[in-house]
């Protein structure tokens, strides 16, 4: 029988939804940075959750472009399906099944406390609000749980899923016995939140009012430019770091320090007696230097479906394999009668 307990490396395991034509730069600074370098040394599990982004009304067509579309991107940018399990959330029915196990662990209070679910339903109103959008942290916890990783990496928005993650992680080993290793988040300290460039107290968000805010990866340079060079920044002409004074100024800082590996100190340094056009120039050319092979493998792999699909159907076989494995310890320990095609 297959072991669902950690293989030799450590784990890390995270996913991104496919709730957009590109992902955009908060993304990839604030969540698949780090996947990347986390591969090297981590057994990783790294898959869009489709299954989460249904939690609000979608296009099926779009969805499905979406999730190809979303695996291409997470490869271009550096996810190696050698390195990494790379997979859709819905070829692994085990997300499904443990979630359902979650959701009857978890309080409804508890629940009814989630900051993103509260916010967004606030937004749209109870009645246009799914019971999915509600159920979203327990399903987001099974996909976490089942694979026993150490570490998650997400960005700041994501630490209250996460300690519903560990509680959860420990309600059940308190209840049933030592079952799922309780998980820490990794999240980064600087690029933990990409601001919109329109509204830099807000973060940058796929769903976000104004396209202009947004920084996707596969946008051509142009447009990426013209939306740095429009940037709101404020009426002083200084360059500095200041959170709290100059959040937009920070914000371009923080984009390029990211992009580039030069330290934010020696950015502001390099800036003195220049202007905010320097400053938009410098992280537009960053950003472009950085995108544009990034948008060409994307086409490489966009062109070749057969490479893509042999990928994720590796990846999901991989993940399959561990997810079921817990399933059937859960199954065991909650008491269902655990039928023989699974033992
Ligand atoms: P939506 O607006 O649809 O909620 P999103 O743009 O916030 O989407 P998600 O798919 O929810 O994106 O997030 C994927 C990953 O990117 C998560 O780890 C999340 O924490 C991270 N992330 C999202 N936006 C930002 C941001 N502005 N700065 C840093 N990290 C971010
Ligand atoms: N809720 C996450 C996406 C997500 C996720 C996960 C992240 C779904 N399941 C498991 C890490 C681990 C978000 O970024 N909105």
Not at 89 to 118: D, I, N, Y
Not at 264 to 273: K, N, R
Request: net charge negative.
């Amino acid at each position: 029988m297959t072991t669902s307990t950690p293989a030799v490396a450590p784990r890390v395991l995270s996913g991104i939804q496919p709730t957009a034509d590109s992902y955009h730069l908060g993304n990839y600074l604030g969540a698949l940075k780090q996947w990347i370098e986390l591969q090297e040394n981590y057994d990783a599990f790294y898959f869009i959750p489709d299954m989460h982004a249904i939690t609000v009304e979608q296009n099926p067509q779009e969805l499905h472009d979406r999730t190809i579309s979303g695996c291409a991107q997470l490869l271009a940018a550096g996810i190696d399906p050698e390195k990494s399990t790379l997979f859709i959330q819905s070829h692994v029915p085990a997300h499904a099944e443990l979630s359902w196990v979650l959701t009857c662990l978890t309080g409804f209070g508890e629940a009814s406390r989630m900051t993103q679910f509260k916010d967004k339903s606030s937004r749209q109103g109870a009645e246009h609000t799914g019971a999915g959008l509600f159920a979203y942290p327990m399903l987001m916890a099974a996909d976490i749980l089942l694979y026993h990783p150490q570490f998650v990496p997400v960005g700041e928005d994501q630490r209250q899923h996460l300690e519903l993650t560990r509680t959860l992680a420990e309600r059940f080993n308190n209840r049933y016995g030592e079952t799922f290793v309780v998980p820490e988040g990794f999240i980064p300290k600087g690029a933990a939140k990409i601001y919109d460039l329109q509204n830099p107290t807000a973060k940058m968000s796929k769903s976000g009012d104004n396209p202009r805010g947004l920084i996707n990866l596969l946008d051509p340079p142009k447009v990426s430019a013209k939306r740095i060079r429009a940037a709101v920044t404020d009426t002083d002409t200084v360059i500095a770091f200041d959170r709290e004074n100059k959040p937009g100024v920070s914000n371009l800082l923080v984009i390029q320090s990211e992009l580039t590996g030069i330290a934010i100190e020696d950015l502001v340094a390099s800036y003195e007696g220049k202007g905010y056009g320097h400053l938009k120039v410098d992280t537009a050319e960053a950003l472009e230097a950085f995108t544009t092979p990034l948008r060409a493998k994307y086409e490489e792999y966009m062109a070749d479906r057969g490479q893509l699909e042999a990928i994720l159907q590796r990846g999901a076989e991989r993940a399959n394999e561990i997810a079921a494995a817990t399933v059937h310890e859960v199954y065991e320990k909650i008491g269902f009668v655990v039928p023989s095609t699974m033992r």
